[in-house]
């Protein structure tokens, strides 16, 4: 009685219907998984197209317009569309798992937050197909993306304003949930740590992103709509920008970078089949790692100009975050240091990461010098410093949470052979794509640049770097035929597939039924599913609850029906500054009045939910807690 | 929680916003929410303080010439009355007597209503009394979006007040619509605080200033 | 015997300083191969560092591979629990209280060396006559090119700087029209060029660049600044004291007038289409449309980034897009006088004769 096994049952377009209303945290978490993916795939191909490009001097395999849209959209969409949305999903799925809850505390505003995410995601990539893509960088610093023609940088301020509306919505449901639907006995310190930095990250989404929603309305005012916050000769100030985006964008690297450390920190447990060590001084780290995460946006604007005292204290605050950050390495280390070490595909991730991210950080303190960080920024070392801690620290924590969480998610265990394959690939490929990077940024290679004149020291360096991106192509290719072989295979796996499973996501069945807990648990400590285990108990689980009526929510069309409307409105803003169409306002107000129209029904009709009843529960499990 | 349930005065729960899990959700969420809306104007804020008299050069307007306190005092007593009014509103939401609750929202639409009347006829003001366009400086853009934004929040609130009380006059009060009552109070006293915030900064500190 | 040994032994020196260096890049490029204080102290702060860094990668490395290697599941065996351990206050606190000692060791001179770079005080000081003791330049980065101009010596120039060596040179640095960063890895970097505002910095020239490859330090533009980002290069000629002055004095006389027949007819032209944006007299101030051309013979490269040939040249004024995409540039048809018409093939050899024959480095 698995959803997954419903739906089969159900033809193309019931299955369709099912997915753009449901509320179902464990299908948005399927919705985000493979819309990530996606995005993931056109990231990557991106960043290909700029490896091609650079692999000898003076390429032309694409000019250099179209290169500054290949590079802009690549560090777009790796971070807003793919990194974080393939996190979201592993927290959809396994958040209110771990905590026994049976959904989300906002199952709707969970769904409107994905299909935000989905069409801004959509909008901004159309973009390729109407007359060209943004071309100011990720970061798009105001005084290039002003002057930027076309509607590139239109189509950026506004995809990223919807999808970012959504990922503040999912930020404040995953602080709600974590707050209020833990089961009895969960308490804060026994929450696993992948909630416990899900936790976290919500808390820097909440407080991160209202900067980066004001500059991008300053930036969507200033292109469209004649305002001048970065008007120089209007008396504008094009250094906000910089401000506003880096108060965003530093703690976006920890939303990004927190929720890999949840997800490598169960695995080292797991396969270490061991209780995390010092899972306190962990905890005390992820907050540490997130307050400071705030007070150091400024390290990125050492060259700016905010004079010496700005940055000697923003480059000693930086240097502090290493402090956490080495707390938890080193509480890792402890943590399969006495273990039981199983070499499985997600613990060759997380086993992976720790070599890798430590390069990333320590890159990361060397770049806080903010002497020596005038020459290191903006240069190719930078690249490799931030692809070693993304890649090196999110993306693995993704394949290997992809690896860990499949057979939850789908119920079938991926092949370990071909994981195993496409984790020696992507591994060989990203350092040796990356490590050398550092040495180009050294040797004076400034980043973002379309092509490089021959002979200045970099010619093989750049082609090493192109060939390594190719491995990490190859990995990922390996990656795809894995998941279609595993999928038709569709051999069924039980509760606790990895057998070493320590929390609650591992003592119900895979994928878990739509209610997720028949009976709510009653957490007994750390780690409660191992020590109903070790004590023997065939369940898994004590209950807190006897089998009773189980509230659940509606499905809902009108979280799809609202992210449209903002879809539509943002191609109205988009087109009438050009001024010489009708159509740009009435589409506008055609878009609001969609959203606002649907905001308006879902507050006008009751959505009470409805009940599974006890009999019905009974019937289907025979026993309670069924395998 | 069964929305057709009746309550009198007596088994109506002390804290009904909060009486059920929704009712926390939405107090926890929307509080929360507050958090984040707060990020957001203290941006807007910082933006404003570091474009205050900015513009092209030669621009002869500032802040100082461009204000009037008298005007901007009686929005502030209205928006100020109307925060207490929804506390009216909201006391009697707690002791269950939904007419009264009622009565005191829809003076508080309308109090919030003339403050929007008064902002828009102070905008018109310096829109065509000294040319002040949005466009016409980084200064006005800095203006405008901050007490503007401020504007569409107070409009988006006067719309949720508006609708509940359609939706719920027949109705009366249950725990499923209590808590909706209680976070649109909510969201009224932060755009009160916030419009405190604007006051001091944009015009006490303009004219003096 | 002995002196075999000795010279074998100078050789093996030699031969690791060539490999070492070669790893360091090009001597002209490279941050690796500091030429100036500035890069020097950055040199040093890099090596600190990543010492330090290093360190911490080996106690790293040594637990992790210990621990791999005497945990793992073949070796502990199948079925074994190990122990649930909770944690430990004291390697808790040796782990915090180490890394925070690290930190605090590299803050130190991080903070001391950040005030020094930003020392400008001496800037514009000048001396009993009244006379400037260092030399200013300020620096306008524009799409895609550089102007330096060195306004207490009513000078201006573009794309090749040319300063002293052996003497803090000051900068004023600002942008025209978006941001830029201005860069030369091998002296010392970075700053950038803001629309709002201007930066000020100072940089230390300790070797001639005569000797290098091409006789000039590489500058880059370290900031996206549009589709040519990558083609904003500058070159930095760094020369002695007394050579420097006869530079200036050079540049001061300069007057942008032809000598030779052809030539004669390529200024003709010049002045026709080309005058209204670019100057050719070293004579001058900050503030033009488009890099003056004084120096044009002297330089390095042309557009910034080709070989400097008569070849290139041609090619570029032809077809400025095609070389640097997004410049402003016009194209040759658009020019005054021009109504539509590219140039000849004799017009470009009399505009490349003018312009090679712009020189002031001759006449020093």
Redesign the interface.
């Known amino acids: 009685m698995s959803s997954t096994a419903q739906a089969q049952k159900k033809g193309f377009g019931a299955t369709l219907w099912d997915y753009l209303t449901t509320v179902d945290h464990k299908k948005i978490a399927i919705l985000y998984l493979v819309s990530g993916g996606f995005f993931f795939v056109v990231g990557g191909i991106e960043a290909m197209l700029i490896r091609i490009q650079l692999a000898v001097p003076a390429n032309d395999f694409v000019?250099?317009?179209v290169?500054?849209q290949i590079m802009t959209m690549h560090g777009t969409t790796m971070i807003f569309l793919a990194a974080m949305p393939l996190l979201f999903a592993f927290m959809n799925a396994v958040v209110p798992l771990q905590i026994g809850a049976r959904d989300v505390?906002?199952p709707f505003l969970n769904s409107l937050g994905f299909w935000l995410f989905f069409f801004g995601g959509v909008f901004l990539n159309l973009s390729w197909f109407l007359g060209g893509a943004p071309?100011?960088?990720w970061t798009s610093?105001a005084?290039?993306a002003i002057?930027?023609g076309g509607h590139g940088v239109d189509f950026y301020a506004l995809g990223l304003q919807i999808s970012g509306a959504g990922t503040?919505i999912a930020g404040?449901?995953f602080?709600?949930t974590i707050?209020?639907?833990r089961a009895p006995g969960m308490t804060y310190m026994r929450m696993p740590m992948f909630t416990w930095t899900t936790f976290i990250a919500s808390a820097l989404i909440?407080?991160a992103?209202?900067?980066l929603?004001?500059?991008l309305?300053?930036l969507i005012?200033?292109r469209m709509?004649?305002?001048?916050?970065f008007?120089?000769?209007?008396?504008?100030?094009?250094?906000?920008w910089e401000h506003?985006f880096w108060?965003f964008g530093h703690p976006e690297v920890y939303i990004l970078v927190l929720p890999a450390f949840g997800i490598f920190s169960e695995i080292f447990a797991i396969f270490?089949?061991?209780?995390l060590?010092?899972?306190?001084?962990l905890v005390f780290a992820t907050i540490l790692i997130g307050f400071y995460g705030f007070m150091v946006w400024a390290h990125h604007m050492f060259?700016?100009?905010l004079?010496?005292t700005a940055?000697?204290i923003f480059?000693?605050a930086t240097?502090?975050i290493?402090?956490p950050t080495?707390?938890k390495?080193?509480?890792w280390?402890?943590t399969?240091?006495?273990?039981?070490?199983?070499?499985s595909t997600p613990m060759l991730y997380a086993?992976g990461f720790?070599?890798s991210f430590?390069?990333g950080g320590?890159?990361g303190?060397?770049q806080?010098?903010?002497?020596?960080d005038?020459?290191l920024?903006?240069?190719y070392f930078i690249v490799a410093h931030f692809h070693y801690v993304i890649v090196g620290g999110v993306v693995l924590a993704l394949l290997g949470g992809l690896h860990l969480y499949w057979p939850k998610m789908f119920g079938t265990m991926l092949s370990e052979k071909l994981g195993k394959i496409t984790f020696a690939l992507f591994f060989f490929g990203f350092h040796a794509t990356f490590f050398i990077q550092h040495?180009l940024g050294?040797?004076?290679m400034?980043?973002?640049?379309?092509?490089?004149?021959g002979?200045?020291?970099?010619d093989l360096y750049n082609l090493i770097s192109s060939v390594g991106a190719a491995f990490m192509a190859l990995g990922v290719i390996t990656l795809v035929i894995n998941i279609i072989m595993t999928s038709v295979k569709n051999e069924r796996v039980g509760n606790d597939p990895w057998e070493d499973g320590r929390t609650l996501e591992w003592a119900i069945p895979s994928p878990p039924p739509f209610y997720n807990f028949k009976q709510t648990p009653l957490v007994r400590g750390l780690d409660t599913y191992w020590i109903e285990k070790?004590e023997g108990n065939p369940e898994g689980m004590t209950y807190a609850e006897p089998i009773g009526d189980i509230h659940m929510p509606n499905n809902s069309i009108i979280p799809f029906i609202m992210s449209a409307g903002l879809f539509v409105a943002a191609f109205g803003a988009l087109y009438f500054i050009d001024g010489d169409k009708a159509w740009p306002l009435p589409v506008l107000a055609l878009g609001l009045l969609i959203t606002l129209g649907s905001m308006?029904a879902r507050?006008?009709k009751?959505d009470?939910g409805y009940h599974i009843h006890k009999e019905d529960l009974l019937k289907e499990g025979g026993q309670p807690g069924g395998h | 929680?069964d929305?057709n349930k009746q309550y009198s005065a007596q088994t109506w729960p002390d804290h009904p916003e909060t009486a059920t899990?929704e009712g926390?959700?939405k107090f926890?969420?929307f509080w929360?929410?507050l958090?984040?809306?707060t990020?957001?104007f203290a941006?807007?804020f910082a933006?404003y303080l570091?474009?205050k008299d900015?513009?092209?050069s030669g621009?002869e307007i500032t802040a100082s010439q461009l204000f009037e306190l008298p005007l901007v005092f009686i929005m502030t007593m209205l928006l100020l009355t109307s925060s207490l009014t929804s506390v009216y509103a909201m006391f009697h939401m707690r002791s269950y007597n939904f007419r009264a609750m009622q009565a005191w929202m829809a003076v508080t639409v309308l109090l919030g209503a003339a403050f929007l009347g008064f902002e828009i006829y102070e905008f018109n003001h310096y829109v065509h009394e000294f040319g002040f366009t949005?466009?016409?400086?980084?200064?006005?853009?800095?203006f405008y979006?901050l007490v503007g934004t401020h504007g569409l929040h107070v409009a988006i609130g006067l719309g949720?007040f508006i609708?509940?009380m359609i939706?719920n006059a027949k109705r009366g009060l249950n725990l499923?619509n209590a808590s909706?009552f209680y976070t649109i109070s909510l969201y009224w006293h932060f755009i009160d605080v916030v419009w405190v915030f604007i006051f001091t900064v944009v015009y006490l500190m303009g004219v003096v200033g | 015997m002995m002196r075999g040994l000795k010279k074998w032994r100078l050789f093996g020196l030699a031969a690791a300083l060539m490999a070492f260096l070669a790893?360091?890049?090009?001597e002209q490029?490279?941050?690796?191969q500091p030429a100036g204080q500035v890069?020097e102290?950055?040199f040093d702060?890099?090596l600190l560092?990543?010492g330090v860094?290093v360190f911490?990668?080996i106690v790293?490395?040594i637990?992790?591979v210990?621990?791999?290697i005497?945990?793992?599941?073949k070796k502990?065996?199948e079925d074994?629990?190990?122990?649930?351990?909770?944690?430990?206050k004291r390697?808790?606190f040796i782990?915090?209280a180490i890394?925070?000692a690290?930190?605090l060791f590299?803050?130190v001179?991080?903070?001391a060396?950040?005030?020094?770079?930003?020392d400008v005080d001496d800037m514009g000081v000048v001396d009993a006559e009244g006379t400037p003791a260092s030399v200013t330049v300020d620096v306008t980065a524009k799409l895609y090119w550089w102007e330096f101009a060195y306004p207490d010596l009513g000078i201006v120039t573009a794309q090749e700087l040319v300063v002293p060596t052996d003497e803090p040179v000051y900068f004023n640095l600002t942008?025209a029209?978006?941001?830029h960063?201005f860069?030369v890895?091998?002296i010392?970097?970075?700053?950038?060029a803001?629309?709002?505002?201007v930066?000020t910095f100072y940089l230390t020239f300790d070797e001639e660049s005569a000797d290098l490859e091409d006789g000039v330090f590489?500058g880059?533009?370290?900031?996206?600044?549009?589709?040519?980002?990558?083609?904003m290069?500058f070159k930095v000629k760094a020369l002695d004291e007394a050579e420097f002055q006869a530079w200036v004095a050079a540049m001061q006389e300069s007057t942008g007038e032809a000598e030779g027949e052809l030539a004669q007819e390529g200024q003709e032209l010049f002045e026709q289409s080309c005058i209204a944006c670019h100057a050719t007299s070293g004579a001058g101030t900050t503030g033009g449309i488009a890099p003056n051309l004084a120096t044009f013979g002297d330089r390095n490269r042309i557009a910034g980034?080709l070989p400097h040939s008569e070849e290139n040249l041609k090619k570029w004024i032809s077809e400025p897009q095609e070389y640097k995409?997004?410049n402003l540039m016009p194209d040759p048809g658009s020019l005054p006088g021009r109504e539509g018409e590219a140039f000849s093939e004799e017009e470009l050899d009399a505009l490349a004769a003018y312009l090679f024959g712009l020189t002031v480095e001759d006449d020093m």
């Not at chain 2, 949005?134 to 006005?140: I, L």
Request: glycine content about 10%.
């Open positions: 000019s250099a317009g290169y500054n505390a906002f071309d100011a960088g610093y005084s290039l002057a930027s503040l404040i449901n602080l709600v707050i209020n639907m909440l407080f992103f209202p900067p929603t004001v500059g309305f300053f005012l200033d709509f004649f305002a001048n916050f008007a120089v000769e209007m008396g504008g100030n094009t250094i906000i506003l108060i270490s089949r061991k209780r060590f010092g899972y306190s001084a060259t700016t100009g004079g010496a940055n000697a480059a000693v240097m502090a290493a402090v080495g707390v390495i080193f509480n280390l402890l399969i240091w006495g273990g039981n070490i199983s070499f086993l720790i070599p430590v390069a320590v890159t303190v060397m806080a010098v903010a002497p020596l005038y020459q920024h903006d240069s040495f050294l040797l004076g400034p980043r973002r640049v379309y092509t490089f004149v002979d200045q020291g970099w070790m308006a507050s006008l009751d009470l | 929680m929305i899990l926390k959700n926890v969420g929360l929410f958090g984040g809306e990020v957001l941006t807007l933006t570091a474009l900015k513009g092209p621009m949005y466009g016409h400086s980084a200064f006005s853009s800095a979006t949720w609708l509940l939706r499923y909706k | 790893a360091c890049g090009e490029i490279s941050t690796l890069a102290d950055q702060l890099l560092s990543t860094m911490v990668i790293v490395s637990i992790y210990l621990a791999i005497k945990f793992r599941r502990v065996g074994v629990i190990p122990e649930q351990v909770e944690g430990s390697l808790e782990w915090t890394p925070i690290i930190v590299l803050a001179p991080t903070v060396v950040t005030y020094q770079l930003a942008a029209d978006v941001k960063s860069w890895p091998s010392g970097g970075k700053t950038d803001n629309t709002d505002g930066n590489y880059k533009c370290a900031e996206l600044c549009g589709p040519s980002h990558a083609l290069d980034y995409p997004g």
